[in-house]
């Protein structure tokens, strides 16, 4: 499961370095966030990766195809047992970034979603973390 992450976040963070950063501005769409990345969690949980893809930048899309998703959502669920619900939501800035964090209960553990967004909302990053 570690190596997973590990490889979520490796690809993510090549693409977010590979898009360049740009200066984002926290509350530009803070709900359009939180719902891009609901859905994201919705599709994860009803096994629709093409759809998980929809509002990926180009670059995350060109790297993180469907089946790496789900594969790394498999693995999670593996780990983690099936997932039951939304704990928490939190937004964060990071290194000019806007980010969405879900906390999911899961049946056996906890996992956190989160999403990381281009100044036009587009997912730069996507990770799930323990």
């Given at each position: 499961m570690k190596r997973f992450i590990l490889l979520l976040?490796?690809?993510?963070?090549?693409?977010?370095?590979?898009?360049?950063?740009?200066?984002?501005?926290?509350?530009?769409?803070?709900?359009?966030?939180?719902?891009?990345?609901?859905?994201?969690?919705?599709?994860?949980?009803?096994?629709?990766?093409?759809?998980?893809?929809?509002?990926f930048h180009s670059s995350l899309?060109?790297?993180?195809?469907?089946?790496?998703?789900a594969e790394v959502w498999k693995s999670t669920i593996d780990v983690?047992?099936?997932f039951e619900k939304v704990l928490s939501t939190t937004m964060a800035t990071v290194q000019g970034f806007n980010q969405v964090k879900l906390r999911c209960k899961f049946k056996n553990e906890n996992a956190t979603l989160e999403?990381?967004?281009?100044?036009?909302?587009?997912?730069?990053?996507?990770?799930?973390?323990?």
């Open positions: 976040s490796i690809i993510a963070l090549a693409f977010t370095l590979y898009a360049g950063k740009s200066n984002l501005h926290p509350g530009n769409d803070e709900e359009s966030r939180k719902k891009i990345t609901n859905e994201i969690l919705n599709n994860l949980v009803s096994e629709k990766y093409d759809d998980v893809r929809k509002d899309k060109a790297g993180l195809p469907a089946e790496k998703i983690n047992g099936p999403a990381t967004f281009t100044e036009d909302d587009r997912v730069i990053g996507l990770y799930i973390k323990p």
